[in-house]
């Protein structure tokens, strides 16, 4: 199984980004799934998830600014994020929310202020 984020970068304060997670080597289309965040010194948390039939639960301190979704014809996941803060920060990882598989490396997001 392969999970690769993409889509970080630096961004201001305010700004919008939009990830993409590539599956491979996994039934995409029946696994529930998540964007995982782990800002500096702290542990990963998981941010947003979306169910195979596409329902979807944010946590409380990204809610109304990301919005996640998935194409399983592409087997890919997005996570737009806009009005972007400084807490934000971190590297983002995809992968399964139940039995999650070997992590990916991530991709970094930095919002300055």
């Known amino acids: 199984v392969q999970l690769q984020a993409s889509g970080g970068g630096l961004v201001q304060a305010g700004g919008s980004l939009r990830l993409s997670c590539g599956a491979s080597?996994?039934?995409?289309?029946?696994?529930?799934m998540g964007w995982y965040r782990q800002a500096p010194g702290k542990q990963r948390e998981l941010v947003a998830r979306?169910?195979?039939?596409?329902?979807?639960n944010y946590a409380d301190s990204v809610k109304g600014r990301f919005t996640i979704s998935r194409d399983n014809a592409k087997n890919t996941m997005y996570l737009q994020m806009n009005s972007l803060k400084p807490e934000d920060t971190g590297v983002y990882y995809c992968?399964?929310?139940?039995?999650?598989?070997?992590w990916g490396q991530g991709t970094q997001v930095t919002v300055s202020s």
């Open positions: 992968n399964r929310v139940i039995g999650t598989v070997r």
């Open positions: 080597g996994m039934i995409f289309s029946i696994n529930a």
């Open positions: 979306i169910t195979s039939g596409g329902s979807t």
